[in-house]
């Protein structure tokens, strides 16, 4: 550790400094600015109920109490779920209780937790990608990754679940290279966590213990099964504790319920093209299948080294010392990664419920595969005085001319220089959007009013519900809610009759204010409910609904 320290604060560590910082000032952005979230799930599962626990409530009653007598778990894992509960947790003991500050410190330690992940991508790419040239491309491909690097900061499963996957195949390659067990074990608990986190992740470390078999490993297999299902058991464990089930019956009512509700999130494989076009951009995919080509009329051989262009520009190889790193990886223990992701995709692409995010796992490896497929077809590895590595100098390699044939040309290198620059400023530009911003102002005007209670939520132009993120409100109440087709007599029914709501199984409380959903001019629906007898005092700036999307009103049921 102390060597490692010592080469990041020298002067041959300063590519990696600049790399770290680079992706921590990123990062930072996004928390600060990326605001909301961006799906439902990263809010009304990874955030709604665990900050209801925090407040001694339970909301959507996840989980038993005398009031509420839930016989099973949700059809997931709560193990992700915990983690923000301890952070929010963390938060109201030392006095933060203002739900947007709350909101930032989740994505604070989200943001942290990715560049933890850009750290051990750059291990893993020192040991995957032999060519100096590719591996730093690859490094600041995934330092701006477009929307996988803002996405990291909120609070989704499938991009909080990539370091810990990145930390497991970084101990798997390193357990090939000198086969100590102790590595074996910490790659078995980091594979289990994620899996915990998210059960999909399973084919990666299955795959590890089918090619562990398969090398005729036995002892490592069984020691890696163990330790597997060990963490992964400690993941489920909220199962015995608290519903006095089966550890796994978490993964086995998820499995029950995508079995029969797969086709409620109808979707096409098509959906999955993101992960070429804005996930990993174009132009690597473009050089991968030019590679492919190359290598395919070479008779599928290539020189084993590569001196980089002469007119090339140094930006993105920083260091000038040279180190053997680690980079000696026997290249059939990429085959164990490459099939992990492969199945891990194909999965994806043949389950009927598709969407982008959950590939995202898979988008690191993506990137390591095909750049270090990249350099071998064109025998890049840089001369020795530019080759960095974040171990430390050790020795010179020797460089080998090879013939100019062989080489990238230099529309190539100009090609992915120009595709990061535009990585880097699309990241940039993403990291200030706000997704879901007027449920966030509809929020914070409630939160700023101090005496909220409950509310209506009108959607009167439509025929959903809205759901508001009762958390930036403060309050843990189910408001009522308005469509289009129900009538203001069947909401003041409801009000009056006040059905049990809470987790409490007491009456949720009347309504004090009304959001009137939408962009147009909320006047008509309003004089409709001064009609049916409520009494109304506008709250929002006149005519600013085409502007903020909603109006808010306060409420009287008379």
Known sequence: MKRKLDYFFSVEGKW????????????LIAAIFSEGYIMSDDHFLAVEPVSSWVSGENYHNWFPNEYNHTDHAQPFSYAYYFLNFLILKCCALIGVVNPFIQAFVL????????????????????????????????????????????????????TACIPFVLLAYLYVLKYFDHERMSTLIIAALAFSFSVGMRYQLVFFPLTLGMYLLWKRKWSGAV????????????????NLLFWHKPIYQHLLDYQSYNSTHFSDYPSNVFSYFALISYYIFPAITIVFLLSLRRWHSSGGHSSPTFVAPQHSSPTFVAPQHSSTGPSHLVPSHEVQIFIGVAIFIVFHL?????????????????????????????????????????????????SHEVPSSNRPSHAVHQAIRWSIYLSAIYTLAYSFYVPKSKYLEASKALYERGDFQNLVIDNWKGEESVWLPMHYVGKFVHPFSMTNKKSLDQLKQQITHQPLYDSKRLPAPAPSYLIIWGAEEAYPRAKAYQESGFILERLSPVNSESEQGFALYSLIVS
């Open 16 to 27: 990696l400094r600049r790399v770290l910082l680079a992706a921590a000032a990123v990062r």
């Open 107 to 158: 994505r604070l330690v989200h943001a942290a937790l990715s560049l933890w992940g850009v750290y051990l991508f750059v291990k893993l790419a020192e040991r995957l990608i032999s060519s100096v040239t590719w591996r730093m491309y690859a490094i600041w491909f995934w330092v701006f990754g477009g929307v996988v690097t803002v996405f990291s900061v909120h609070q989704l499963v499938e």
């Open 223 to 238: 020691l890696f099964g163990f330790f597997f299902s060990l963490g992964f058991a400690l993941t489920q464990i909220d």
């Open 350 to 398: 043949v389950f009927p419920n598709r969407q982008e995010r959950f590939l995202l796992p898979a988008v690191p490896f993506v990137l390591l595969l095909m750049m270090s497929a990249i350099s071998k077809r064109y025998s890049c590895s840089a001369p020795s005085h530019e080759v960095p590595s974040s171990a430390g100098p050790s020795s010179n390699r020797p």
